[in-house]
Nanobody, 125 residues
Framework: QYVESGGGLVRPGESLRLTCAVN????????IGWFRQESPGKDRDGVS?????????RYADSVKGRFTISRDKSKHMAWLQMDNLKPEDTGIYYC???????????????????WGQGTQVTVSP
């Protein structure tokens, strides 16, 4: 249901743009989030989320000012623009629908569906 792409091997300071295609889920009703897994078997940590209408956007403290999340409901897609990448950004990146509370705020926690395969991001000198 979630197909991530756009990862790669880059040097510190460079940029990547990750793409998320969502199949079988209407994004008219769900927030979207990006999550990072440092290595297989470890927990996935929230990186960013965006609410259904885009009015709520959140970032992990470690990526604030460097990453930008966006979405297009009509295309069932979302993106994560990653600038000024650092070695600690290395990991497998996943997208998924995210929780949205009654106040309309997105929460960096997966809402529904199994995880996709993710896309590997490696930042190394």
């Amino acid at each position: 249901q979630y197909v991530e792409s756009g990862g790669g091997l880059v040097r510190p300071g460079e940029s990547l743009r990750l793409t998320c295609a969502v199949n079988g889920i209407s994004l008219d009703y769900y927030a979207i989030g990006w999550f990072r897994q440092e290595s297989p078997g470890k927990d996935r940590d929230g990186v960013s989320c965006i609410s259904v209408n885009g009015g709520s956007i959140r970032y992990a403290d470690s990526v604030k000012g460097r990453f930008t999340i966006s979405r297009d409901k009509s295309k069932h897609m979302a993106w994560l623009q990653m600038d000024n990448l650092k070695p600690e950004d290395t990991g497998i990146y996943y997208c998924a629908t995210a929780v949205q509370n009654p106040a309309g705020l997105c929460i960096m926690r997966k809402e529904i569906g199994p995880w996709g395969q993710g896309t590997q991001v490696t930042v190394s000198p």
